[in-house]
């Protein structure tokens, strides 16, 4: 049996989870989520359940992970043998290849916004000419393809230098990046007219706006930003020691993914209120009105170059935790090398991957959004979002009730100076963690409308 990784540093993994936090769901997802759900008050939202749900159930997966010091399956096996449960562990494995699938696909549309930007394409066009860019792009499958490739040649490059050369490394350096290009943004932000107007917006909650679905919206986002029930925790949990304070780093990261999802709409909205664009742009505003905005803007290639690589660094750091739930599994269940499970993990990306990377052009799937209602993109993106709150509400389920008592308080308690505060997240994990998640599946499900 191969040694089990450890992280090299506290802050080591406090970057890597904030890497893996901070991804295209803060930097795509939540502006445009937030511009169709009422602005501040979903912000707030958000925030209140980050702590209320997101921050209970972050220190449950880390320290089932610390704990059994496994990936997701043998997590299971060894807390609840000859068991059902691991049917969890395999649901997030299944579920992060889905994810990596159309998550692979946006991020390398970054790559692409560079080259334009560097051959400067959107020199002198319109809006509606920067915009229709996108949509030809969106259509053209071997591009897609293309960048894809580059993108997970990239996750390769990183995973296999191993977990704390790798991993570690890479997470300090871009999150750290991303943190200064974040600030450099902002600040360019703050100097224009549509400021004032943008963090009234972003800061100023109007409640009248919230519907039970934008409720429940915030909570559902709260947990995929966090990287929440997908395993990803758990993994990186059983590359931690006993000696880390399990609430107290969880705490930490809650809190910069949350400072950095409010940053970010207050960098995009004072460049798209500036030139009289609306905060319900959709799923095009960072890659419509972005590329056009910064062109008016003196120093534009910089701009432009420097928000793209932003959101790059975003999506690897997030990109390559989700792989590393399969990698930790391949080397736990088959005892492989992990250059071996890096590799057969990227090469089963790229074939799952590629129907994604085709979905927008008319290559394949011609009457999937005829049948389905909405693209094969799109779908497969509804589908993650039901194996987040399955595997969600059944790992909290496993730490409150199956996860012997001792392991909850040592993993907890073991190196933490916030014991004392053991009951109350128990009570959470049971109790609140579960119901909210069920209200989310009620919601989707059409059952429940309250607002
Ligand atoms: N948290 C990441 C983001 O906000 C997305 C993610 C989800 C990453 C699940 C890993 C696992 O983009």
Not at 120 to 125: K, L, P, R
């Given at each position: 049996?191969?040694?089990?990784?450890?992280?090299?540093?506290?802050?080591?993994?406090?970057?890597?989870?904030?890497?893996?936090?901070?991804?295209?769901g803060?930097?795509?997802?939540?502006?445009?989520?937030?511009?169709?759900?009422?602005?501040?008050?979903?912000i707030?939202?958000?925030?209140?359940?980050?702590?209320?749900?997101?921050?209970p159930?972050?220190?449950?997966?880390?320290?089932?992970?610390?704990?059994?010091q496994?990936?997701?399956?043998?997590?299971?096996?060894?807390?609840?043998?000859?068991?059902s449960?691991?049917?969890?562990?395999?649901?997030?494995?299944?579920?992060?290849?889905?994810?990596?699938?159309?998550?692979?696909?946006?991020?390398?549309w970054?790559?692409?916004?560079?080259?334009?930007?560097?051959?400067?394409?959107?020199?002198?066009?319109?809006?509606?000419?920067?915009?229709?860019?996108?949509?030809?792009?969106?259509e053209s499958?071997?591009?897609?393809?293309?960048?894809?490739?580059?993108?997970?040649?990239?996750?390769?490059?990183?995973?296999?230098?191993?977990?704390?050369?790798?991993?570690?490394?890479?997470?300090?350096?871009?999150t750290?990046?991303?943190?200064?290009?974040?600030?450099?943004?902002?600040?360019?932000?703050?100097?224009l007219?549509?400021?004032?107007?943008?963090?009234?917006?972003?800061?100023?909650?109007?409640?009248?706006?919230?519907?039970?679905?934008?409720?429940?919206?915030?909570?559902?986002?709260?947990?995929?930003?966090?990287?929440?029930?997908?395993?990803?925790?758990i993994?990186?949990?059983s590359?931690?020691?006993?000696?880390?304070?399990?609430?107290?780093?969880?705490?930490?990261?809650?809190?910069?993914?949350?400072?950095?999802?409010?940053?970010?709409?207050?960098?995009?909205?004072?460049?798209?209120?500036?030139?009289?664009?609306?905060?319900?742009?959709?799923?095009?505003?960072?890659?419509?009105?972005?590329?056009?905005?910064?062109?008016?803007?003196?120093?534009?290639?910089?701009l432009?170059?420097?928000?793209?690589?932003?959101l790059?660094?975003?999506?690897?750091?997030?990109?390559?935790?989700m792989?590393?739930?399969?990698?930790?599994?391949?080397?736990?269940l088959?005892?492989?090398?992990?250059?071996?499970?890096?590799?057969?993990?990227?090469?089963?990306?790229?074939?799952?991957?590629?129907?994604?990377?085709?979905s927008?052009?008319?290559?394949?799937?011609?009457?999937?959004?005829?049948?389905?209602?909405?693209?094969?993109?799109?779908?497969?993106?509804?589908?993650?979002?039901?194996?987040?709150?399955?595997?969600?509400?059944?790992?909290?389920?496993?730490?409150?009730?199956?996860?012997?008592?001792?392991n909850?308080?040592?993993?907890?308690?073991?190196?933490?100076?916030?014991?004392?505060?053991?009951?109350?997240?128990?009570f959470?994990?049971?109790?609140?963690?579960?119901?909210a998640?069920?209200?989310?599946?009620?919601?989707?499900?059409?059952?429940?409308?309250?607002?």
């Amino acid at each position: 049996m191969i040694e089990r990784e450890h992280w090299g540093s506290r802050l080591g993994f406090i970057m890597a989870a904030a890497g893996s936090a901070i991804g295209l769901g803060t930097l795509w997802k939540l502006p445009y989520m937030m511009g169709q759900n009422g602005g501040g008050a979903f912000i707030l939202l958000f925030l209140f359940f980050s702590v209320l749900i997101g921050l209970p159930l972050f220190i449950g997966e880390l320290l089932l992970g610390r704990e059994g010091q496994r990936g997701t399956v043998a997590v299971f096996d060894k807390f609840a043998p000859n068991s059902s449960w691991n049917i969890i562990g395999w649901t997030a494995v299944f579920s992060s290849f889905l994810i990596l699938g159309w998550y692979c696909v946006i991020a390398g549309w970054g790559f692409n916004y560079i080259l334009l930007a560097l051959v400067g394409t959107f020199q002198g066009m319109t809006s509606e000419q920067v915009g229709s860019v996108f949509d030809i792009f969106r259509e053209s499958g071997d591009l897609n393809v293309l960048w894809q490739t580059i993108f997970l040649a990239a996750n390769a490059a990183i995973l296999i230098k191993g977990l704390s050369k790798g991993i570690e490394k890479f997470s300090k350096i871009m999150t750290s990046g991303l943190f200064i290009a974040l600030i450099v943004l902002v600040a360019y932000a703050t100097t224009l007219d549509g400021f004032s107007s943008a963090a009234k917006y972003v800061l100023y909650p109007n409640f009248s706006l919230l519907t039970s679905n934008s409720v429940l919206s915030a909570l559902s986002m709260a947990l995929f930003t966090l990287s929440l029930g997908y395993g990803i925790m758990i993994t990186y949990g059983s590359y931690m020691t006993d000696k880390d304070d399990i609430p107290k780093t969880s705490f930490i990261v809650i809190m910069a993914n949350f400072i950095i999802s409010v940053l970010i709409p207050l960098m995009i909205f004072p460049l798209a209120f500036t030139f009289g664009f609306g905060p319900g742009e959709g799923e095009g505003l960072i890659f419509k009105i972005m590329p056009y905005v910064f062109e008016q803007l003196p120093g534009s290639l910089i701009l432009t170059v420097l928000f793209f690589a932003l959101l790059l660094c975003a999506a690897l750091t997030s990109s390559v935790s989700m792989f590393e739930v399969t990698v930790a599994n391949f080397i736990d269940l088959k005892g492989w090398s992990r250059k071996k499970a890096v590799l057969v993990s990227i090469v089963i990306c790229f074939f799952l991957g590629l129907p994604i990377a085709l979905s927008n052009s008319n290559i394949i799937f011609n009457n999937w959004e005829k049948i389905f209602g909405s693209n094969f993109f799109n779908t497969i993106n509804t589908l993650t979002d039901w194996t987040l709150s399955l595997v969600a509400l059944f790992v909290s389920l496993f730490v409150g009730f199956r996860l012997p008592k001792k392991n909850s308080q040592k993993g907890f308690c073991n190196g933490s100076t916030m014991s004392k505060y053991y009951n109350l997240w128990r009570f959470s994990i049971c109790f609140l963690v579960p119901s909210a998640i069920i209200l989310v599946i009620f919601n989707r499900a059409g059952l429940l409308n309250f607002l």
